[in-house]
């Protein structure tokens, strides 16, 4: 749902776009930290945002990491 959000503020389409890994933080809603294979050798973090179910909001692509490995740790930012 966030991979539209983010060929937005990239400029770019993404062919391959693959979760890997993520992890969670619980805040008024949830944020997920996802790492996402975007082809080739390329990874990027995201930071996907929740909100609570009675706010009924879509999810929110809060904030991204590009140029990342799929060595590097996925950690929160």
Do not use: W
């Not at 937005?8 to 979760?19: I, L, N, P, Q, R």
């Not at 969670?24 to 909100?51: C, P, W």
């Amino acid at each position: 749902k966030v991979k539209p959000q983010l060929e937005e503020k990239e400029g770019k389409t993404f062919d391959v776009f693959t979760a890997v890994e993520f992890k969670t933080q619980l805040v008024a809603g949830t944020n997920y930290f996802i790492k996402v294979h975007v082809g080739n050798d390329e990874f990027m973090h995201l930071r996907v945002f929740k909100s609570l179910p009675h706010e009924n909001e879509q999810l929110s692509l809060h904030s991204y990491q590009g140029s990342k490995t799929k060595h590097d740790e996925l950690a929160y930012f």
